[in-house]
């Protein structure tokens, strides 16, 4: 590994803060997988590996984003998709 000292406003370092929460609080694998996910959307082809690599280095944010959406719809808080369209006459 290496070691690098950057330096970053307060909103930025909320927001890499935030970034890491699905990381256990480590900043550094939070800006490690961002430098990867940026050199994946880089390339115009896109592979199933990529989009492989892409999940498996997002997967805790991922479970816990549907944990989030699944809790919320058995709490009531979220409106179905199927609501919002007979809303809005679609």
Known sequence: ????QIEIDEATD????EMAEP??????KAVMD???E???ARSNDFTEEDIDEAERIHHDSLVMQLERSERGFREGR???WEEVK?????
Do not use: K, P
């Open 1 to 4: 590994m290496i070691s690098l």
């Open 14 to 17: 909320r927001e890499l803060a």
């Open 23 to 28: 990381y256990g609080g480590d900043r550094g």
């Open 34 to 36: 961002l430098v990867r």
């Open 38 to 40: 940026q050199l994946i």
């Open 78 to 80: 979220f409106t179905t």
């Open 86 to 90: 007979r809303r809005n006459g679609l």
